[in-house]
């Protein structure tokens, strides 16, 4: 079980290291731990997940202007909305339901910034940020390809996944 989560830590790492010092000189403001907590969620143990949500919320809380622990809470809703959904509404393992949880996971994680910055605003008049429909869109694009690549990575691997792109 130690050897498991001190894997998982040490991937959680790699991962923000990937997108602090590769991405972020690319695409401001890409975001892979959403796909990656979904791909968690989707495929392996709620603990694990857990391990994944608290540790992206923290890593993200360090260079984060926002105060300390905002992305801490905001992945801990999003991983309590995304276990509800995967749970109740989306319970096949196909690309659909990849796509539509991780697309939920960004618009939750995108609306729970919006709201902080609005109420810090209220409260400081020196607190600025922005979004910009061009940087949702590219977070978009970017998270769906991870998405994609994860997806067809694990369907070589096993044959639980189905690829169920249009209805019949």
């Not at 498991?4 to 040490?10: H, L, R, S, V």
């Not at 609005?118 to 590219?138: K, S, T």
Request: proline content about 3%; charged content about 10%; aromatic content about 24%.
């Amino acid at each position: 079980m130690f050897k498991k989560i001190f894997i998982n830590i040490i991937l959680i790492l790699i991962v923000y290291f990937f997108c602090v010092s590769f991405l972020s000189s690319f695409w401001p403001f890409t975001n892979l731990f959403l796909p990656l907590l979904v791909f968690v969620l989707m495929f392996f143990e709620n603990r694990l997940a857990i391990l994944w949500s608290c540790g992206a919320g923290f890593l993200l809380d360090v260079i984060s202007p926002l105060p300390f622990g905002s992305y801490l809470l905001f992945f801990c809703l999003i991983y309590l909305i995304l276990k509800y959904l995967n749970q109740n509404f989306f319970t096949n393992q196909s690309l659909n339901t990849f796509f539509v949880l991780t697309l939920v996971g960004n618009t939750f994680l995108l609306f729970f910034l919006f709201l902080e910055k609005n109420i810090l605003a209220l409260f400081d008049n020196n607190f600025f940020i922005v979004f910009y429909f061009w940087q949702i869109a590219m977070q978009l694009v970017l998270n769906f390809l991870v998405c994609i690549i994860l997806f067809f990575t694990l369907r070589f691997f096993t044959n639980r996944l189905r690829l169920d792109l249009l209805p019949r």
